[in-house]
């Protein structure tokens, strides 16, 4: 199986427990009938999120989240995730959740983006929630 890397870029973050978080998401991969080549998450500033944002999908909005599929197999995981850690913070607080929570779903959210989930309409967001919630219950903190 393949690896997931953080890294930290335009701001100061580090994973708490990555061995832990890689794990899970290694799994929540597997349980969905793919394999893993390599995943790179990415904790950023608002505005290098908003840079990215901008420059590649030519939108001009605040987000949290950002996933690139660089997958050239059907069926193998390859991809960039970036996250903005000051947007999970704020979300965090919005949602009434912990910060640690809230980090959690969007990884998840941006891997089950990965294995071609999508959340443009209610129902893609419905499915996609109950994903995220399902795999977040198997994250035992």
């Known amino acids: 199986m393949g690896a997931i890397r953080f890294f930290s870029e335009k701001v100061r973050f580090k994973l708490p427990r990555p061995i832990k978080t890689s794990k899970w998401l290694k799994n929540t991969i597997q349980n969905e009938g793919f394999q893993l080549n390599s995943l790179n ?12 944002n901008q420059h590649y999908l030519n939108h001009k909005t605040l987000t949290d989240i ?32 912990t910060f640690d929570s809230e980090l959690h779903r969007v990884m998840v959210h941006g891997v089950l ?14 499915i996609m929630r109950k994903k995220e919630d399902a795999y977040l219950s198997l994250l035992v903190n």
């Open 66 to 97: 950002i996933t690139f599929d660089n997958s050239l197999e059907q069926g193998s995981i390859e991809g960039d995730i970036f996250i903005s850690i000051p947007r999970v913070r704020e979300n965090a607080t919005k949602f009434q959740v």
């Open 113 to 126: 983006h990965l294995l071609g989930y999508n959340d443009k309409s209610k129902r893609q967001k419905t």
């Open 41 to 52: 998450i990415i904790f950023c500033s608002d505005v290098h999120l908003g840079e990215i």
